[in-house]
């Protein structure tokens, strides 16, 4: 029997099979993939396959892993070499960002966007707190707009407290499975009790002394939305998006704008730092790139060198 997993705590999962029904499920013995290595080896999103050791709630065994449509993931919380897969077999991912209470800064959310390019899965950046945005906060946003629009992003501006722009978010969301990710305190658990029925996350605001949103969910679960056909996966607040395996060479290849000049460069192995000849500086000088991605490229190809992120 196939079940799909819904949540993940480290040794034992929450899974659901295809008659509706939800089993407590561990590993049978240590599950390889091949290729990946990583501190989980089964994801919230992956099908599993099933044995039964007797008929309690917590006798369901996971014997294997169905080959994986894709999967997103991020430097291991607990060892920065190695790396956590965040949630497999994704159609989008869906950052939630703020501009203020907490600010979700832009490397933050280019980081998440390179995750997405690097596993070819679409990314939707939608800033919430809209409620609380004054004019500096309002500009902002039409440049982050602009910016990421420019480039192929969707980007949109809600409110969770006064249910403005909902609606949208949840036609995007219709017969999918979504990725939703974000930082402590930016409405993640409030944007999903109020589109899920019935749904009543623990939410907390934000840290008065420090600024930065307050942990509320601990493990990556996976929510049906029966209303849209879908499935929205929650993960924890995340303070930094730590990128794994990607090369310094290969960092431009995951930022659209400059993918479609690099074979313009002079030399093959241009980091478009330095060299010269380069088309990526060229076109930032020249208004064609943005000047803010490019700085942000900057400062992630030298993080990535030091495996710090």
Request: neutral net charge; proline residues 3%.
């Amino acid at each position: 029997m196939y079940a799909l997993v819904y949540k993940s705590t480290g040794s034992w999962y929450t899974v659901k099979t295809e008659d509706g029904k939800r089993w407590n499920a561990r590993t049978k013995g240590i599950l390889k993939i091949d290729g990946i290595t990583s501190t989980n080896p089964i994801a919230v999103g992956d099908r599993v396959k099933l044995e039964f050791e007797d008929t309690g709630e917590e006798g369901a065994m996971i014997t294997d892993i169905v080959k994986r449509n894709n999967y997103i993931n991020r430097q291991s919380p607990a060892n920065k070499y190695q790396h956590h897969i965040i949630a497999a077999n994704l159609d989008q991912s869906m950052l939630m960002a703020t501009l203020k209470d907490p600010k979700t800064s832009q490397g933050f959310i280019d980081r998440f966007l390179i995750a997405g390019e690097a596993y070819h899965i679409p990314s939707i950046i939608v800033f919430n707190k809209s409620d609380l945005y004054r004019k500096k906060e309002l500009d902002l946003f039409e440049e982050r707009r602009e910016m990421y629009e420019r480039i192929g992003y969707k980007v949109l501006n809600i409110s969770v407290q006064n249910k403005t722009g909902m609606e949208e978010v949840e036609a995007l969301l219709c017969d999918k499975t979504t990725l939703f990710s974000g930082h402590s305190g930016v409405g993640k658990s409030s944007f999903i009790n109020a589109i899920v029925p019935g749904m009543s996350l623990k939410t907390q605001g934000v840290s008065g002394w420090s600024g930065k949103g307050i942990h509320t969910t601990t493990f990556a679960e996976m929510f049906d939305l029966p209303s849209l056909n879908a499935r929205i996966i929650d993960t924890p607040g995340i303070r930094e998006f730590g990128l794994v395996d990607i090369p310094k060479q290969e960092l431009s290849h995951y930022f659209p704008e400059m993918r479609s000049r690099l074979n313009d460069c002079q030399f093959n192995n241009c980091l478009h730092v330095n060299e010269p000849g380069c088309a990526i500086k060229q076109a930032v000088e020249v208004g064609e790139i943005s000047m803010d991605r490019y700085v942000s490229y900057c400062m992630i190809l030298e993080s990535v060198g030091r495996k710090e992120y």
